[in-house]
């Protein structure tokens, strides 16, 4: 057909967001062939794949295998590795006609396109025919899935690139805070600034009055300081290879950009709602979670009864229901002085500050039975000495020196464990005197907690997580403590954390080189977006 274009990575320029759009139409092929399968069985044509996808497999294999062979073909087209066997319609003269395809329409009339189109059905009106049978079998489309899907990830994109432009260390979040004010107030939401003392201010925008039942989203606007290593700016936000460079693109302006836009799109819905949807933009979570400590404080969690945190640490594969905790330990090593000409006269707290750290390094780590990490690990306490310090200005045997360490604990086990720390210490026989103190106050401890797997916001999140992506997720407990154990501790409501992320080596969590897959970013939206639309009509 003439409206027809073969898909060769050398004869056709497709941008990641086309790309993107037509493997997550190959994914929803493989899932709903069935559906097509009873309209045309004509249909089962045997269509040989690539020596990638095992040549020989038939397109007829679909019904049994289809989930896996379209994520083939999804990962060949976002890698830029296009088959050359697929053909794909000139959907921009089908839109000139009033037709409009979503993904999983475009991947039928795909094939109806390239099985039929050699003869008179290959027409316009043969599709819009195609077009009302799919329409009548689908039935009834989602509301929440309608409204989801008018995201656009062009847009999405870009609104990731702008957050990552602007440097945002923690404690400067000035300038990030009011360009997101700024952007909420174009689209009519009315933001507040809202003072975090030390900090920049946090954004807060509502739908709704503030007497209801609230659904909260959650992000932070900080960043960690610039680490060395960097190839790419950290703030240019180049897109390469499907990936984003930039600092905070994983950690967390594009999970902040995809609630932004899912509260934006919930917002100019119209749809009546049972609860308010309240988007939380804070500072100086890098930082002991000031922001949302200082929003708590000032009532902003008030009638809140569930909570979605933007970040996607462990990707979409996983959605994280819980979070380890972290104890902070001060260990004070007092010895005794003397003249270093005579350094057998004195205590060396040094010396015995190192012995402890070797020995507190050796302590056994608890796990918690049946729980999986964000790493896809079992879930275990881990142990780091954070610093050491202690000298001496003048020739003589150092006398005080102090530890700083601290303990990730786990759901279900002791948080505080300064009698193992002093147990180990004693074993040890120093002659310096040595006391352990756990660090109280300003949030700390951060207390490890798990959201029941079976409450409505575990159960709804997984529930468009798998709709979206394929696949069921993961309930997992995030190895580190974050903005979720202080909305646990101090509001006492459930909390999840689902976004865009990454896994294995491409998680570079406040490492150089951070970068994020652009492919997801149009998927966490709509999970965001449909997941707080179905919440905020449960009882």
């Given at each position: ?168 260390v923690y404690r400067e979040e000035k300038r990030i805070a009011k360009f997101i004010a ?358």
């Open positions: 057909m003439e409206h027809l274009v073969c898909l060769k990575v050398h004869e056709l320029d497709l941008g990641p967001h086309d790309r993107h759009d037509l493997g997550r139409a190959l994914v929803d092929y493989g899932h709903l062939y069935f559906v097509l399968h009873r309209v045309y069985d004509a249909l089962l044509v045997p269509v040989e794949y690539p020596d990638s996808l095992d040549p020989g497999l038939g397109l007829s294999m679909l019904p049994r295998f289809g989930s896996r062979y379209a994520r083939d073909l999804a990962r060949l087209i976002v890698d830029d590795h296009v088959p050359a066997f697929l053909k794909l319609p000139d959907f921009d003269l089908f839109r000139t006609h009033g037709i409009h395809f979503d993904s999983i329409d475009k991947v039928w009339a795909l094939k109806y396109l390239t099985e039929w189109g050699k003869g008179a059905e290959g027409s316009l009106d043969g599709l819009c025919h195609l077009h009302e049978e799919i329409m009548a079998v689908k039935g009834p489309s989602n509301e929440y899935v309608d409204i989801a899907e008018s995201i656009d990830e062009r847009e999405l994109l870009e609104l990731c690139r702008e957050l990552i432009r602007i440097p945002s700024s952007r909420l107030d174009k689209w009519k939401l009315t933001p507040e600034l809202v003072p975090v003392e030390g900090y920049g201010p946090s954004v807060v925008a509502r739908i709704g009055p503030e007497n209801r039942p609230a659904i909260v989203l959650n992000g932070h606007m900080d960043t960690v300081e610039v680490k060395e290593g960097w190839k790419h700016d950290p703030f240019g936000a180049k897109v390469e290879k499907g990936m984003l460079y930039g600092l905070g693109s994983l950690d967390m302006k594009c999970g902040l950009a995809s609630l932004m836009l899912a509260f934006r799109t919930i917002a100019h819905s119209n749809r009546r709602l049972d609860c308010s949807i309240v988007f939380q933009a804070v500072s100086g979570e890098e930082d002991n979670s000031a922001g949302t400590r200082a929003l708590i404080s000032a009532g902003r969690f008030r009638n809140a009864k569930a909570v979605i945190v933007g970040e996607g640490i462990g990707s979409l594969d996983v959605v994280t229901i819980g979070r380890r905790g972290g104890s902070y330990y001060d260990i004070w090593v007092s010895g005794k002085s003397a003249h270093g000409s005579t350094p057998r006269l004195g205590v060396n707290a040094i010396s015995d500050a190192a012995k402890i750290v070797t020995a507190v390094d050796k302590m056994g780590m608890r796990s918690a039975h049946g729980v999986m990490a964000d790493n896809s690990s079992p879930l275990r306490e881990s142990q780091l000495v954070l610093g050491v310090s202690g000298n001496s200005t003048s020739y003589s045997v150092p006398e005080k020196c102090h530890i700083r360490m601290m303990r990730a604990t786990v759901p279900g086990k002791p948080y505080d464990i300064c009698r193992e720390i002093e147990a180990t210490i004693k074993k040890l026989k120093l002659n310096s005197k040595v006391e352990v103190r756990l660090k109280v106050g300003s949030g700390d401890p951060y207390l490890p907690h798990m959201t029941p797997a079976k409450s409505e916001l575990v159960k709804v999140t997984r529930k468009w997580n798998a709709h979206y992506t394929g696949k069921e997720p993961s309930l997992v407990c995030g190895l580190s403590e974050a903005d979720d154990n202080t909305i646990a501790k101090e509001v006492g409501i459930p909390v999840v954390c689902v976004g865009p992320g990454e896994k294995g080596a491409l998680a570079r969590y406040h490492q150089p080189e951070e970068a994020i897959s652009i492919s997801q970013l149009g998927t966490a939206a709509r999970i965001h977006c449909s997941a707080v639309l179905e919440l905020a009509r449960a009882k």
